[in-house]
């Protein structure tokens, strides 16, 4: 519900303005009372109303000077003058202080409840972008300014859950990722650093505990029904919105180190126990020596070997993503100080990111290892052939003309006869993009395509099944981060 705070030195026409509030307008309630200008500016300036209703002639401060004392204040409360007919014009230039809108007197209940349903819709968009912002900080470990959480997130507890589907979010590239936020309608809120991922927090008051995973649950299974495989982490008990911030860095932190590739994993965290980063796995000493010992005699051919049996070892361990990701660096690292001419390759290390992003288990991370680390002179004069535009043509076209299907780096590369590291390179170097940043390009041109042609007539259901997507929910989510705006908002342009 939104605050109202009702200024008149009139009591009788501010218990007038409560009874339509209380009686017409239930999403809005009255948080304060004021007998004059002076009076509402101090508490408006305590409480930070969301609508300010106050006349335009009181003793001490006028409305007039009320307004533009929250003008110069940078208050963001939106002002409603109460003007009589002879005040008329006086209440129109009060429009040029920020003052959103005024009513004459005396008040007319539908009046007054149409103009609050109209600042309803802006104040909605205004909290919700609010709630964009805040947590956007708190994904980068930034506080928020004071009393900002207990505004945007008014509820007495919230559950929070992290959900990522395959890899780790690119990390090294350079890549701007596109950020998924839920729509404004939506009441649980939803925020993605990637598309591959969904931070849920969703008020205690809406579902209980067992709920809210169950909940959780049938998001992932029916938004992301081709997912490889997942990493979910659960915070077990609800807790204030002062305590958010903690709980997520909790919750990434968590994430970050229990990424298995190719296993699904789910991670409860209890009460006060560890964020699920508990002291980095031991490595026996030999771990990387042999590998080491084949590169110093120049026989790669066996340092290979050596590196697909350590990840498949490494698998059977269940280690980390973000262990194995160090590991192979290191392994990148020792090839560097052994092969003759191999130096740090910038673009190495974007191929190295992808084979973790988009492997589905560890056969494709290690032929992907295998082809970016050890690639010989004949692999190499046959990727040359592929490398040309015409060819990054084949690729774009055959995945314009599939990307209505469940389609993945794999599939693709399985379909054209190129290997998933050498589709991956192509599309960076000609597109300038990754694989996934292209299909949801392409998706999201077709989409509006398709809402130009069609108009209102299609469901965005259907919209989002030619496109690819099984669920106009998580569409709609994608599309909004793409385009700025929802579908609805889209027709009405």
Known sequence: MYSVLVTDDE???VKH??????KKCPDFYVAGRARNGKEALEKTLDIHPDILITDIRMPVMDGIQLSEALYSSGEDTKIIIVSGYSEFGYAQSAIKLGVRDYILKPVVPSELQALLFKLKEELKDKYYQGRKEIIRKLSLGQAPKEGEMEKYFPYALYYAALVRKNGLPPRFSG???????????????????DECEAL?????????????????EHKVEKEQPQTAYFTAVYGDEPVPCSRL???????YRALDCGIVLGKNKVIHLKGEEEDGCGKEPEVQEDGLCGLEKYCMKSNFSRAKEEMIRLLYKWDKEERPQIWVEGMVHKISYILQKYRSGK???????????DAFLYSENVQQLADNLAEILFKTPEEEADFLKMDTQEY???????????????????SASRALGISQTYLSKLIRKYGGESFNSCLTRLRMEKAMEIMRTSG?????????????????????????AHTGMCPSDFWNE
């Open 392 to 410: 990054y043509n084949k690729i774009m076209k055959y995945i314009s003309g599939h990307f209505a299907q469940q389609l993945t780096l794999q």
């Open 11 to 13: 009591p009788t026409a």
């Open 245 to 251: 911030q903690e709980l997520m860095k909790k919750l």
């Open 175 to 193: 890549q701007r990722n596109v950020e998924i936020f839920s729509d404004s309608n939506e009441t649980i809120f939803i925020y993605g650093r």
């Open 200 to 216: 849920y927090i969703c008020p205690k008051e809406l579902v209980d505990g067992n709920d809210f995973i169950r909940l959780i």
């Open 17 to 22: 303005i409560e009874s339509i509030i209380e």
């Open 343 to 353: 130096g740090w390759n910038r673009e190495e290390e974007f191929l190295l990111e």
């Open 456 to 480: 209102s007539r299609i469901y965005v259901k259907d919209v989002a099944e030619q496109v690819g997507y099984q669920d106009q929910f998580y569409f709609s989510r994608i599309f909004r």
